[in-house]
């Protein structure tokens, strides 16, 4: 197989998912030649980039066109049948109202029980499980950064190995704690992200606290309730000796008893997964967004909790959720998040549009009606039972829409502070990123991304495209791939090289 | 001396800055009690902590009260002479009225010319100077950071010790790139900033990219004019183990080249100076703020660049600044981003009292009209001779006012982006905050400070309030000392202890 080229062997392939569609994507790698025809009789007028779209008919200047069954926008001019339908020749369709959205009125059946799937978890004293045993080392403000990196470099060359049930020491640096206005009412959502990724289950009870002493952001504010004091304040201690002396004298404490953790058989319904892509391409929506969809019905079956997230994405495929919603007040706080975010971009000068990017575009996705489309497809097909504003913790068992915005490390974080075990990632274009606090599973859209990037890669949904697997195998794969990273059985690739990217806090309020 | 308690031996000393101050700050550690009389008859009613104000006459109810000979606040209720002027009592003034300014109605006279004063530097081709000799890698976007953290852990290890003229290797990790809306009218911000950093002069002109591909800040924005193409795209590489490979390679090439940099003498005025304060308290504005402008002004004698900033600092007293604007188009300037801020503040709903942190009024700043008339006293006393935005270059020589954030790491980042090759940092209640990019000289505001960080701190200007020295001696200490660190003949504790903190950007704009 060509790298580069069109593959002159293969048949020339395309993708069309729903009954009233007027376009298909192209399936084949390198895209198809000027002339292609297809086995249905489709002729391509000019050269078709791989998982762009082909006019089915003729269109007129203003006609509908449709994918996923849905407008995605309007033709700009006459598209002839077998021409390439590029970003340029569509209008994009206003977003859905949301003042005239069916609320509830379509709300799923439950979906048949799956009993018997366990996984093997740190089962917290507040009941909560962890799937990794790790030391959290949360921080009030940014300043403390450089001291924490270096106590922490300490603590892992010299009193980690004498702790090998404990995986990693996981500092949590990030920009926020002073210099901002804390006050702003758009505050509280960096404020809780910090809170809440200080209760993540995966440190076990026992994070500890490095705060500098004359910051806005409290350090006690970030302590779990009940905890003995695990505050560390550097403006109290003797110079830098002692302030790393002092880190890594409670260090060595909580690494003690947290190497006292054992794992144990845990129903998958303790499980909490968070689903995301990133670099999308066409493809997101037909192969790996489906395939995360239906592994997404299957954990909710299982009684687990998953959450899908990213506003930008959601927006103008919104009136296909908000009647799954399971209830009016549901519904009404999935439409409230919509606003909110339509405002905060607004007040920014800008709207939903900028989400697309240049690697999106060049995958195909002319515009963020179509993207959307395709995004939510990893929602699979519950009924949504709850919704969390950014940064809340998820407190109920079924799918869940959390808001956050769609850049991947600000949605990373959010869902961290949701209580997310671990990250179901999908993308087309390939991105390397990892968190230290929980695994990322990578699943590819196209058998091309698998291949070249066969050492990061860890699920290929490409076959669905090639018809080399469906999306119910590659949903299962999923499913038990989950189980077996919750477990400490088998290990992501970010995790396998030690990728992971920084936290990135999602503050709309002013920094000062 | 005890660390605690009030010093009992040691006789009780308060400061009063301006003959029409009607309160005073106490100076000694540990604060004083009920019943202290000073020599001037002066006698408390209550404790004040150290670096509190103190009545110097019985206050009416609404009176003015003055410090710096400026309006700091009115009084909420009457208050008797040698009583504690707590923030409780003070009512916070109106900022100065922005349309009203006097603009370059008091230009100063050029200072006498300082010749004959050099640093070790490494000339670039360009014409500016670097001050150390770093190999930049930057990004464009911030999912590469996990890939590019093992490439350059690697390059420390296994490539840099063969180039012993090359200091280090800093990754330019941000969390800007993709997942924001870049064109938002002040996406200019982030994006210029980032360009900027690139261009810094102890890179040498040779720093390379790391991009990803799909991200929407373009990779080829950030290369400096002129160069060969330093971009590797890691969407174009096979695999990860590819990819670090690729890096290592072009940061051998690079790391060859800069080793063969030599230190040449070049004159002060080669310099590029940034100033800053942080965990600000009451004698910030006594001490080594009074002694930093001091330097700064040594600094402009000598013909070098000085860079001010902090928007929200500057704001209270920008009328103190104004008539000191070179002309009516700089003064204008200053105008502009303090009424740019204004609103952007105005915009989340904050104001400028956001500024102030529970650290500065315990360290005695009552307000942020307080806070910045002891913050524009690192300015000295010379004319204003432009204005930068935020994140701006400085291309002239004289004293800069460059807007940014108050926030230190985001102020850290600007400057840097302006070109800044050290930063003079003052602190009262003490913050470990360091820069890989440039050294950051730390002047402490007390004594007591200096004694308990004694392996962080590297000037004390705390004997300026106990007599030891006068703000004249703390100013050529301070200007001495930027010249051999400079040189590289003497290294400030942050590096000594490499302790680095994260760059952190200043992105008005909205995420997506
Ligand atoms: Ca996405
Ligand atoms: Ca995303
Ligand atoms: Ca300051
Ligand atoms: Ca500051
Ligand atoms: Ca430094």
Known sequence: MSLNGTNEKEEPRYIKLNAKDNVVITVNFGGLKEGTEFSCGLKLTEYVPQGHKVALKDLVQGEAIVRYGEVIGYALQPIKRGSWVKESLIDMPAPPELDLLPIANNVPEPLPLLEGYTFEGYRNADGSVGIKNI?????????????????????????????????????????????????????????????????????????MVVGLGCEKLRPETLVPDGEEEPIISLQDQQGFTNMVHTILEMAEGRLRRLNERKRVTCPASDLVIGLQCGGSDAFSGVTANPAVGYAADLLVRAGATVMFSEVTEVRDAVHLLTPRAVNEEVGRKLIHEMKWYDEYLQRGQSDRSANTSPGNK?????????????????????????????????????????????????????????????QVFTTGRGTPYGLAMAPVIKVSTRNALTEQWHDLIDVNAGRIATGEATIEEVGWEIFHYILDVASGRKQTWTDHWGLHNSLCLFNPAPVT
């Open 135 to 207: 030391l959290g080392i949360t921080t009030s403000v940014q300043c403390v950064a450089g001291v924490l990196s270096y106590a922490v470099k300490r603590i892992k060359e010299e009193i980690l190995p004498k702790y090998p049930n404990v995986h990693d020491v996981v500092a949590l640096e990030h920009n926020y704690g002073c210099g901002v206005a804390i006050n702003a009412p758009e505050a509280i959502v960096p404020i809780r992200t910090i809170q809440n990724i200080a209760l993540h289950p995966n440190f076990g009870g026992e994070v």
């Open 362 to 422: 060049k995958g195909g996705l002319s515009n963020i009606v179509e993207k959307s489309l395709g995004s939510v497809a990893k929602s699979g097909s519950s009924a949504i039972i709850d919704v969390l504003a950014p940064g809340e913790r998820a407190t109920k068992k079924g799918l869940i829409f959390a808001a956050t915005p769609a850049g991947d490390f600000v949605c990373g974080t959010l869902q961290l502070a949701s209580g997310m075990h671990m």
